[in-house]
């Protein structure tokens, strides 16, 4: 694979309430009879809460922005809920005429900085507005998932929806600094609401290369093959983008090597990059993604040049 970068296309303005920081997450959708990409995204206020907000983009050209919302299209949980202080977007599938977002929403802690679980919210109108399906996470803590599950990709694969997740087990400590031990589990459904969780770890990180959390798959089938990019957190390096394929969707094959994008010699995406999402439109495929500081100075997109 070789990415051909097209740039940044959206970074907080502080022009609004709720856009003072962040535009983390970004995923596409594309609206064929209106040619246009709305990426949802999460973007926090002065408070650093996060919000679900999105821009329109020319289908026909990802850097032009033709659109964006005046208000969030998703605002945070209530008090104690596992969102209410913030909610980010993870992915989203199409299903019986709707379009389901999954999340990733947060709270914050004492003993730990925060708590993160995966939600999921819908919409009747391509994502003009939402509800939340659940106001409780979809993936619950377990005697094998006990701290954290979250950040979903999903697809619907002979008959069943597949879910692929980070999960963790602990906090660890990396250069004095409290971290979650990132894996990639794996989940299955009949109705893309009710999930059951199987006790599998698809991707571990690789200790021996300073990787310490491997984290937001994007998971897509082609060919007969799944396939996988994601994120891998190193010391020192912080967050870069690897790749993996598998035959079945629970054994995974590491191919970071092939996955054909890495930080730039300078700028907003120069010191990281990190949660990939892939869309293909117009038979072009296509990579939206954040750079440095998690999505700190918003998100770009990379084309794949075959």
Known sequence: MNWEKLGLI???KADKWWNYKYGQLPVPLFIEEENI?????????????CRICYIDLNADD???????????VLDIGALGTFDDSGVVP????????????YTVGYQRCGRVP????????????NGLSFKRTSVAPILPRNNFRPTSQGA?????????YKMWHWFSTKWITVEDKPFLDYKIGYAESSDAINWKMHDITCLAPDETKGEFAVARPCVIFEDGIFKMWYSIRIVKKMYRIGYAESNDGLVWTR?????????????????????PSIIDIKGQRYMFYNGNSNGATGFGVAKLIK
């Not at 850097?63 to 005046?70: A, F, L, R, Y």
């Not at 979903?152 to 008959?159: A, D, E, L």
């Not at 191919?255 to 949660?275: F, H, L, Q, R």
């Open 114 to 125: 925060y708590m993160l679980f995966a939600g999921l919210i819908e919409s009747d109108d």
């Open 152 to 160: 979903p990709t999903v697809i619907f694969h002979n008959g069943i």
């Open 62 to 72: 990802l850097t032009q922005i033709v659109g964006e919302s005046k208000e969030p």
């Open 90 to 101: 993870s992915c989203l599938i199409k299903k019986d005429g709707n379009l389901y977002v």
């Open 255 to 275: 191919k970071d090597t092939e996955v054909g994008i890495d930080v730039s010699a300078e700028g907003w995406d120069s010191e990281m990059i990190c949660y």
């Open 10 to 12: 959206w970074a907080p």
């Open 37 to 49: 990409v709305r990426v949802f995204f999460g973007s926090a206020d002065t408070e650093i809460f």
